[in-house]
């Protein structure tokens, strides 16, 4: 089954300690992207690749870290999470020009 | 950079009326406009895509509009039914050397029986 694949769905943590969520999917996508769902805000663009090894910043890139070594891999990192990054979170993948496939979401709680 | 602006942010409709959901965007460049539809707990899926090319598209009781000119496009929904409540979304894109997706902040839709 065609699929974008995030983990975990639901994390707690504390200010500071560093975490990753995973992305991955199955369709062979050049374009993977994370976003940000905030109410009110919609749907916010965090970092995007076009392809292995070229990432570019978002809207909203300030505190999140990205990495793509492979095509179908791209973990969203926060080095030091901040209670203003609790949100919940969509990794997506679509091949160039094509239509937004989303993951799941992952929703991310920092006391 | 792109901004999108989407109204209403709230629409309710009686079982069987028309809902329709506008967006204006910024950027000329733009050159694809995605509808996004978000039931309650779930991820955003698509319900139709419009090019810049094309200046109408329809699916079923799902039809988008998109003027260049005014740099806005809708979403029309016929004889609504109460599976179309949700929240949609409506995205600008620019495709080329890179690919940048703005979002609109949503509209939720809810059909009354």
């Known amino acids: 089954e065609a699929q974008v694949t995030q983990n975990p769905r639901y994390l707690i943590t504390v200010t500071g300690k560093k975490l990753t969520v995973t992305c991955s999917q199955n369709m062979n996508h050049e374009y993977m992207s994370w976003y940000r769902q905030d109410p009110g805000l919609g749907l916010r663009q965090i970092y995007y690749s076009m392809n292995v090894e070229v990432t570019d910043k978002g809207d909203v890139p300030e505190g999140y870290k990205v990495s793509r070594k492979e095509k179908r891999n791209f973990p969203l990192i926060l080095e030091s999470p901040s209670p203003n990054q609790t949100s919940l979170y969509f990794c997506?993948?679509?091949?160039?020009?094509?239509?937004?496939?989303f993951g799941n979401g992952t929703r991310l709680t920092v006391t | 950079g792109e901004n999108v602006e989407q109204h209403p942010s709230t629409l309710s409709v009686q079982e069987g009326d028309s809902a329709v959901i506008k967006c204006t965007y910024s950027d000329s460049a733009s050159n694809y406009f995605p509808w996004y539809k978000q039931e309650l707990g779930k991820r955003p899926q698509l319900i139709i895509d419009?090019?810049?090319?094309?200046g109408e598209k329809k699916d079923q009781r799902i039809a988008v509009t998109l003027n260049k000119t005014a740099k806005h496009f809708s979403l029309h929904i016929t004889e609504t039914q109460p599976e179309d409540s949700a929240v949609y979304f409506c995205?600008?894109?620019?495709?080329?050397?890179?690919?940048?997706?703005?979002f609109g902040t949503g509209t939720k839709l809810q059909v009354i029986p």
């Open positions: 997506a993948s679509s091949l160039t020009q094509g239509p937004l496939h």
């Open positions: 995205a600008a894109t620019f495709s080329g050397g890179y690919q940048k997706v703005t």
């Open positions: 419009i090019r810049s090319n094309v």
